[in-house]
């Protein structure tokens, strides 16, 4: 497992909700649309989640488990990451390190 795939924001709401159990395994890949075998490696680090996986595993927990504060809150930082990781790559925001974009100046 990678530091990086560990300390992702999806694998620690992966992690916490099936450590907890509160959603079974099957039921999780099954809602996610992955066999549950591509799930353990998610949840071991051996592989990262891509993008439109994090997408439906915050709807997924934000959908089901909203009345579990912690696992509500990291849901919606995911989804928050989400978003701003989507802006990024489509050309709407720049990273902190550079100048503002042109067209605010």
Same mark, same amino acid.
């Given at each position: 497992?990678?530091?990086?795939?560990?300390?992702?924001?999806?694998?620690?709401? =992966?992690?916490? %909700?099936?450590?907890?159990?509160?959603?079974?395994?099957?039921?999780? @890949? &099954? +809602?996610? /649309?992955?066999?549950?075998?591509?799930?353990?490696?998610?949840?071991?680090?051996?592989?990262?989640?891509?993008?439109?996986?994090?997408?439906?595993?915050?709807?997924?927990?934000?959908?089901? =488990?909203?009345? %579990?504060?912690?696992?509500?809150?990291?849901?919606?930082?995911?989804? @928050? &990451? +989400?978003? /701003?990781?989507?802006?990024?790559?489509?050309?709407?925001?720049?990273?902190?390190?550079?100048?503002?974009?042109?067209?605010?100046?």
């Amino acid at each position: 497992m990678t530091l990086k795939t560990r300390n992702s924001a999806a694998h620690q709401l =992966l992690t916490r %909700i099936l450590t907890r159990e509160l959603i079974g395994r099957s039921d999780l @890949a &099954q +809602l996610l /649309a992955i066999d549950e075998s591509m799930l353990e490696r998610h949840e071991s680090g051996e592989r990262p989640m891509n993008l439109s996986l994090q997408w439906k595993l915050a709807a997924v927990v934000i959908a089901s =488990l909203s009345q %579990i504060p912690e696992v509500r809150r990291r849901a919606y930082a995911l989804r @928050a &990451q +989400l978003i /701003a990781v989507s802006a990024y790559q489509g050309g709407e925001t720049e990273t902190h390190a550079s100048s503002a974009p042109s067209r605010f100046l």
